[in-house]
Nanobody, 118 residues
Framework: QVQLVESGRGLVQPGGSLRLSCAAS????????MAWYRQAPGKQRELVAG???????NNADYVKGRFTISRDNAKNTVYLQMNNLKPEDTAVYYC????????????WGQGTQVTVSS
């Protein structure tokens, strides 16, 4: 089992920055991959950025150059640094983790609201 707790919700102006945190209930070394997803009202949930074994990362095209996913192993926490935010980034952001063993288990955080508006 993995519990994921997001924090860092907020209201920012266009062009502003915000950092989201996702604290895991167990060592992130034991988690195969972690990612951030988002879901805007009336839209499907979409991948924002992911971090995989070997610290490989990938970002969705619409956030490349603006968002960065990173990790702090000592704190069992993954971050999403969001810069140059746009109104279309407004969404609920979810932390996601996958643990693979004999079976694959996926876990979601409760979500945190990000609103970009002037």
């Amino acid at each position: 089992q993995v519990q994921l707790v997001e924090s860092g919700r907020g209201l920012v102006q266009p062009g502003g920055s915000l950092r989201l945190s996702c604290a895991a209930s167990r060592s992130i070394f034991s988690i195969n991959s972690m990612a951030w997803y988002r879901q805007a009202p009336g839209k499907q949930r979409e991948l924002v950025a992911g971090m995989y074994s070997g610290s490989r990362t990938n970002n969705a095209d619409y956030v490349k150059g603006r968002f960065t996913i990173s990790r702090d192993n000592a704190k069992n926490t993954v971050y999403l640094q969001m810069n140059n935010l746009k109104p279309e980034d407004t969404a609920v952001y979810y932390c996601y983790a996958v643990v693979t063993g004999i079976y694959e288990y996926a876990y979601w955080g409760q979500g945190t609201q990000v609103t970009v508006s002037s």
